[in-house]
């Protein structure tokens, strides 16, 4: 929480805003491509801005509760530190997939990338406090 | 946490009814317009119920973090307060949409205001203590 | 947090990593059904894996509030306890939801009966603060 934890609160909030933002891209895509709800298919272009706002909330569902049990263990800046590479790696994402399915590889493995060791980490700490 | 945050762990647990109602809901439509899993589409009135649950899960996402980092600087009160209104605004939503996708938007616009509300009162609340 | 709350960390850590294997099956479905990115139809196989995935996340959102507010009220290990049934549940779901859509019932009530559980506690923990 902002009091003890205020850079990993930053970041959440930043992963936050970027997932509310694909949400903001599938509304314009909509327009933009004629693809009328409850409709999500159709048209290609639209279904890349889709999937794009799927795939960020499946990432945003793992990061969060990786980052804060981290967070607990090792302390705000710690976790902010590794975290911040999550919303890095997410805007890198957006922006090449919605280019190209191809394209979508490194972004996507930066945003693996924090969840992972935060994953690890929160494990370790966890596994530190048990035996 | 209850002890300390009784109201917004309530209104956090009124937005977690009401998501997993709108998975009852798909479930209920699936045997009503014999769409069965693993398909989503084929009919309209499906569809439209499919996408409720869909668009409750990605708000809730947002929901949830911004209203417990501003429940951190502001305190339970404020923070369920404000909260309180995306229950009430998901459920005019899950209704209308369910009803007609073109009816959809007062109910999403009253369950984003509060998501925007604690999202910038977040901000501020980290800011004024980074600062 | 892990220094109060290791064990429901743990179970935490399970359920997010549970998540993200029905996202890598996903990935690894893609390829053997060669359905492409952005479609998510085409081939049942692989739109059962894509199910599953979506649903564990549907579940997953619903779960970790629910455990965090009863572990709030009544402790580590009694969240713990309960909740460790949801991942448990996850794999019997994911295993055999892959097989056939119709043998997914016992894994998924499997599921939501800890949350459920779970919900309900949280529910009596602040009625009994606010009382």
Do not use: H
């Not at 049990?69 to 976790?79: H, M, P, T, V």
């Not at 997410?90 to 919605?98: N, V």
């Not at 992972?116 to 370790?124: D, F, M, Q």
């Amino acid at each position: 929480m902002p009091y003890s934890f205020p850079w990993t609160g930053l970041v959440t909030l930043a992963a936050v805003i970027i997932y509310g933002w694909t949400g903001i891209r599938v509304a314009q895509a909509r327009a933009r491509y004629d693809v009328k709800a409850p409709a999500t298919t159709g048209n290609p272009d639209f279904e890349r801005t889709f999937r794009v706002q799927a795939n960020t909330g499946e990432q945003i569902i793992q990061f969060l509760p990786c980052l804060w049990l981290f967070a607990a263990s090792f302390g705000d800046l710690w976790a902010a530190a590794i975290g911040v590479i999550w919303p890095v790696g997410r805007i890198i994402y957006i922006l090449s997939y919605s280019k190209a399915a191809e394209k979508r590889g490194p972004g996507f493995g930066l945003t693996m990338l924090p969840t992972l060791i935060l994953a690890i980490g929160a494990l370790v700490g966890i596994a530190q406090r048990l035996i």
